[in-house]
Nanobody
Framework: VQLQACGGGLVQAGGSLRLSCAASGRTSSTNVMGWFRQAPGKERAFVAAITWSGDNTYYAESVKGRFTISRDNAKNTVYLQMNSLKPEDTAVYFC?????????????????WGQGTQVTVSS
């Protein structure tokens, strides 16, 4: 499975960005897809995840109510809509996938990773 993330950029606080992550290859291994982020000097942290059907979504407390994860299985793509962005959201954002059907908040449970896309929020 190959994951290709895009959509990052520079935005002012309060603004919005939409990240996309396209999967290719053995997409049957992408039952759960998620987003993680890594700020400078910090560990990679869970942001959001979604099950295959899209019926179940999970968010880190810090982004609840501001971020929305969704997926389009026909396009093998997962999205992260980020609204009301804050400077503390600045990080490299990574998409990830795992073949298990159960969501995990642990980055070590995800086998497949995209290359990361930079999100910078200015104050």
């Amino acid at each position: 499975v190959q994951l290709q993330a895009c959509g990052g950029g520079l935005v002012q606080a309060g603004g919005s960005l939409r990240l996309s992550c396209a999967a290719s290859g053995r997409t049957s291994s992408t039952n759960v897809m998620g987003w993680f982020r890594q700020a400078p000097g910090k560990e990679r942290a869970f942001v959001a995840a979604i099950t295959w059907s899209g019926d179940n979504t999970y968010y880190a407390e810090s982004v609840k109510g501001r971020f929305t994860i969704s997926r389009d299985n026909a396009k093998n793509t997962v999205y992260l809509q980020m609204n009301s962005l804050k400077p503390e959201d600045t990080a490299v954002y990574f998409c990830a996938a795992r073949s298990a059907t159960v969501v995990s908040y642990d980055r070590r449970q995800y086998r497949y990773w995209g290359q990361g896309t930079q999100v910078t929020v200015s104050s």
